[in-house]
């Protein structure tokens, strides 16, 4: 029997894609998209959708009553750079949500939950690269406490109440479709806009700074791919470590001007340049590529090609 979906945030950079993608695999009319506004009509006019506030549980509980909906997908949440803004609104939106989707799973009414946490996760005492899954773990953003403290519910609903969830690490996340939502490495997305619009580029993070990155492709790929995995496969229940590639917004300027031998960059380092420095410079990801079969397409390179011509066509 084909699964019916529920996606939660479905209008960001993330759902969005993923949104898409599920329908292209289970079907339009079991795969329905909510977000808390209709802020993104790609998404809003291309099939089911509805809006849900992610805080209020009888919603998200009519909803599934409504749709049959077996599995959630809990996209939506307040990232790291806005997080540092609003603290108390982070915590209350990432963790309230995440307790909801939880619960309706621990009360049987649905099967199967996919809630993505972060690098984030990781803190300044983390060894910074090759970060191994199983480590130190002191976040000092409030996004990163609420992603460590959601991984920790997520392995405890697992195990205490045998709720089927399943969890990436995502790293940074490059994409063109949809524009990143306040997030600390939402530069390696605009460098691509400004590359193609002025030339040139002003990096809120400085010019050596390295993190994690993955393609959107690749991203999508993970997550269809672990929801996808039979569950005794499964054997991390809080969260997965994932790696695709790590650069500098120096290598991603290299690489950008040879297509755009112009483009200069300068660097102008803000309050993300702090969050950046607690973060790895790199991930290992040995279980997941042991437990169901990770596997990353996207290098540097073939991530500039594919932003700046799909870029390029869309505008
Ligand atoms: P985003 O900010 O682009 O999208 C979040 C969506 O959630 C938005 O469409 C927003 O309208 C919606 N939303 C906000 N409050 C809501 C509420 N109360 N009810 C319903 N919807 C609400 O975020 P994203 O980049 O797509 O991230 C998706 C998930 O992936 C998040 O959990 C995020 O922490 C995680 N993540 C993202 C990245 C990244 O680089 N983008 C990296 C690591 C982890």
């Known amino acids: 029997m084909s699964s019916k979906i529920l996606i939660i945030g479905a209008c960001g950079q993330i759902g969005s894609e993923l949104t898409f993608k599920l329908r292209e695999l289970y079907g339009d009319t079991n795969v329905i998209a909510s977000d808390i506004s209709y802020n993104n009509l790609d998404i809003v006019n291309s099939g089911l ?3 849900i506030d992610a805080m209020d549980y009888k919603s998200i509980q009519v909803c599934v009553e409504k749709h049959n909906i077996d599995t959630i997908y809990l996209m939506a949440a307040m990232l790291s750079a806005t997080g540092e803004k609003y603290p108390m609104k982070a915590w209350d939106l990432n963790m309230t949500s995440l307790f909801h989707v939880l619960d309706l799973a621990k009360a049987k009414f ?5 809630w993505p946490s972060s690098i984030a996760v990781f803190g300044p005492s983390t060894p910074k690269d ?5 480590t130190t773990m002191e976040p000092t953003t409030v996004y990163g406490i609420t992603k460590q403290v959601g991984e920790r519910w997520c392995e405890y609903y697992h195990q205490k109440y045998d709720v089927d969830v399943r969890s990436i690490r995502y790293p940074g996340i490059i994409s063109w479709k949809t524009l990143p939502g306040g997030g600390t490495t939402d530069y390696a997305v605009e460098i691509y806009h400004e590359a193609l619009k002025n030339k040139k580029y002003d990096c809120f993070l400085s010019e050596k700074t390295a993190l994690p990155m993955l393609f959107m492709d690749d991203a999508i790929k993970a997550t269809v791919d672990i929801m996808q995995a039979k569950a005794s496969d499964i054997k991390i ?3 997965y470590n994932l790696s695709g590639i790590s650069f500098t917004p120096e290598d991603i300027t290299a690489s950008i001007k040879k297509h755009i031998p112009e483009f200069e960059i300068t660097y102008s380092p803000d309050f993300r340049q702090q969050i950046a420095d607690s973060w790895p410079s790199s991930i290992a990801d040995s279980h997941a590529r042991k437990d169901w079969n990770w596997k990353h397409s996207f290098d540097l390179e073939a991530i500039t090609k594919e932003m700046l011509s799909q870029l390029k066509s869309k505008n």
Request: hydrophobic share 30%; proline share 6%; glycine share 0%.
């Open 110 to 114: 649905i099967k199967k939950v996919f």
């Open 49 to 51: 959708f509805e809006i």
């Open 237 to 239: 229940r809080s969260s």
């Open 130 to 134: 090759n970060t191994p899954q199983y």
